[in-house]
């Protein structure tokens, strides 16, 4: 599949930001994917969240439902299902070293005005407790608009560093 990614944004973060906006999704691609790689924040216990963009501005209406199954290392696997909330999330994470969360997301039906946006999601966090956890799941708008990006935050804090990309998934 690495030869079928086309890169459409990237975004390094080297010092504390409030968030994080990956935009350029069109109808050039059907699926799109984007990498969340080796992200810390500068406040303790936070969750690393997302939000779809309509026009480049995240969509902050409480339309957004998710389930996952919870991969703990320190306790039993878990289901988590949310519905109307105001974001999606990758995982809580910590201030101490090696306390970082990872995922990969596919992107579908984001320019398409008849449907709703979705992803699918795969992450791995070290979370604040310094236990390894995963998720796999996804999370869908239940409104029927185009979307063009995501938009990374902390629930409180900032995004301390990581790396965000976004692809085309060549058809």
Known sequence: ??????????EIVTSAVASVTLTG????????VVQVINVATDTDAQG?????????????????DRAYKNLRADSAFSNINYTNQAE????????????????????????????????TVEASN???SGHLRGFQGGGVLTVAQATNGVNYFMQSGNIASGTFKLYGLKK
């Open 126 to 128: 070290r979370n604040n």
């Open 48 to 64: 690393l969240r997302f939000r779809f963009t309509v026009s480049g501005s995240p969509d902050t209406s409480s339309n957004y």
């Open 25 to 32: 999704i069109d109808s050039t691609y059907d699926v799109y």
């Open 88 to 119: 999606l999330d990758l995982g809580n994470i910590g201030t101490a070293t090696q306390e970082i969360a990872n995922a990969t997301q596919y992107l579908f039906n984001f320019n398409n005005a008849s449907e709703y946006s979705f992803c």
């Open 1 to 10: 599949m690495a030869g079928s990614l086309i890169k459409i944004d990237e």
